[in-house]
């Protein structure tokens, strides 16, 4: 009788990193639309939302689920989007995206977007660690379903939230970024209503 052998865990996935460019129009300006955690059912007013937008780009932060998603996504704008913990399948997706916001020759802003870069309010070190060489100044991530705007690490972190099926109490939404006048504003937008969703203090903005 053979003796049983001990089975071998799966080696570790590599992690993938790849890089994007979005330009700023000639009058400085910039809207991206910014989703997460569809989990192959994004809510059936979430393309509406979305095209009434107009966005230059859409950002889907991972835990996509049927690939399909991005296809109907990539009707309304070119899409980026990274894999998230339950996209396995998704081989050919980045595990983060350094996506550089290019106005003329020079970089106005350096974006990472990846799944899962938050403990709580906290930024992981790695995550941290990841956007530090990059040179990005800001973390878009999903993973929670939780809507977040905050800063840590000297970075800011932006959870757009899940248009995906409903966990718990949380929304249903989905985030804008925009570039105007020198400025980054980043907010949310209730899929439901279309309305804006900022239930504590007005949307983010940066210099």
């Not at 989990?39 to 509406?48: D, F, G, I, N, V």
Request: charged content about 20%.
């Amino acid at each position: 009788m053979r003796p049983v052998q001990p089975s071998k865990k799966p080696k570790a996935r590599k992690w993938l990193e790849s890089q994007a460019e979005l330009a700023l129009s000639e009058q400085g300006e910039l809207r991206v639309v910014v989703v997460a955690d569809t989990h192959s059912q994004p809510h059936p007013l979430a393309a509406r939302r979305i095209e009434a937008l107009s966005p230059s780009a859409i950002l889907h932060a991972g835990d996509i689920g049927n690939l399909g998603v991005l296809d109907e996504l990539a009707q309304i704008a070119r899409v980026i989007a990274v894999r998230g913990n339950i996209d396995e399948r998704a081989s050919d997706l980045p595990d983060s995206v350094t996506i550089a916001v290019r106005a003329g020759g020079e970089t106005a802003l350096t974006l990472l977007l990846m799944h899962i870069a938050v403990y709580g309010p906290r930024i992981r070190a790695d995550a941290a660690q990841r956007a530090g060489r990059h040179g990005a100044r800001m973390i878009v991530c999903g993973h929670s379903h939780v809507p977040f705007i905050g800063k840590d690490r000297g970075l800011t972190v932006f959870n757009p939230g899940s248009i995906g099926p409903r966990r718990f109490h949380l929304p249903i939404v989905f985030g804008v970024l925009e570039i105007a006048a020198g400025k980054l504003t980043v907010r949310h937008v209730d899929c439901e209503t279309g309305e804006a969703w900022n239930p504590a203090s007005p949307p983010f903005q940066a210099g």
